[in-house]
């Protein structure tokens, strides 16, 4: 990892090492969570963290450690509103590899939804509440925060039914 500031390309590979070795008993709860700390504190590794937590096989974030909802919680907004995201992209594209009838991505998708639920619950609720509030008010079209967002990735009336299950799913 260079200084202070990784790349997105580097974030993924350091994440998938250090999921590896928490998973054979190699690194701690503990000495993960204050690495992912520091790998979070970037938006680059965040999103490199998340790649590898959300789609991997590694069970990390299905048993999440306290000491990694901790650090997670101290990420504060940009950690929700990273959350939200993967919660919105993986709910709708669940949908459309049904519809191609691609079952493993399928299933991926569906486990990169259900993992973010579970992290939402975890999470500052105030923050969340908000974060799902706008991205509820993006599928009707209104407010700023995530309009842009879901205008961009070109979804259609049902997988915007899927992500406002998937909301709703949270609470």
Same mark, same amino acid.
């Given at each position: 990892?260079?200084?202070?500031?990784?790349?997105?390309?580097?974030?993924?590979?350091?994440?998938?090492?250090?999921?590896?070795?928490?998973?054979?008993?190699?690194?701690?709860?503990?000495?993960?969570?204050?690495?992912?700390?520091?790998?979070?504190?970037?938006?680059?590794?965040?999103?490199?963290?998340?790649?590898?937590?959300?789609?991997?096989?590694?069970?990390?974030?299905? %048993?999440?450690? =306290?000491?990694? $909802?901790?650090? *997670? +919680?101290?990420?504060?907004?940009?950690? &929700?509103? /990273?959350?939200?995201? !993967?919660?919105?992209?993986?709910?709708?594209?669940?949908?459309?590899?049904?519809?191609?009838?691609?079952?493993?991505?399928?299933?991926?998708?569906? %486990?990169?939804? =259900?993992?973010? $639920?579970?992290? *939402? +619950?975890?999470?500052?609720?105030?923050? &969340?509440? /908000?974060?799902?509030? !706008?991205?509820?008010?993006?599928?009707?079209?209104?407010?700023?925060?995530?309009?842009?967002?879901?205008?961009?990735?070109?979804?259609?009336?049902?997988?915007?039914?899927?992500?406002?299950?998937?909301?709703?799913?949270?609470?």
């Amino acid at each position: 990892m260079s200084s202070n500031k990784p790349t997105f390309e580097q974030s993924i590979s350091i994440s998938l090492l250090w999921c590896n070795a928490w998973e054979s008993g190699e690194l701690s709860d503990e000495v993960l969570a204050d690495r992912v700390s520091e790998l979070i504190s970037t938006k680059e590794g965040a999103r490199g963290f998340f790649v590898i937590a959300l789609s991997s096989d590694c069970p990390l974030l299905d %048993r999440l450690p =306290d000491s990694l $909802i901790f650090q *997670l +919680r101290a990420g504060g907004e940009s950690i &929700v509103d /990273l959350t939200v995201r !993967n919660l919105a992209m993986s709910s709708a594209m669940a949908l459309l590899h049904q519809r191609n009838k691609d079952t493993k991505m399928q299933t991926g998708s569906e %486990r990169i939804r =259900d993992r973010c $639920i579970e992290i *939402l +619950r975890l999470l500052q609720p105030d923050l &969340v509440k /908000l974060k799902l509030e !706008n991205l509820m008010n993006a599928t009707r079209g209104k407010g700023k925060t995530y309009v842009n967002f879901l205008n961009r990735q070109e979804y259609d009336l049902e997988q915007i039914k899927a992500i406002t299950k998937s909301i709703c799913a949270v609470a």
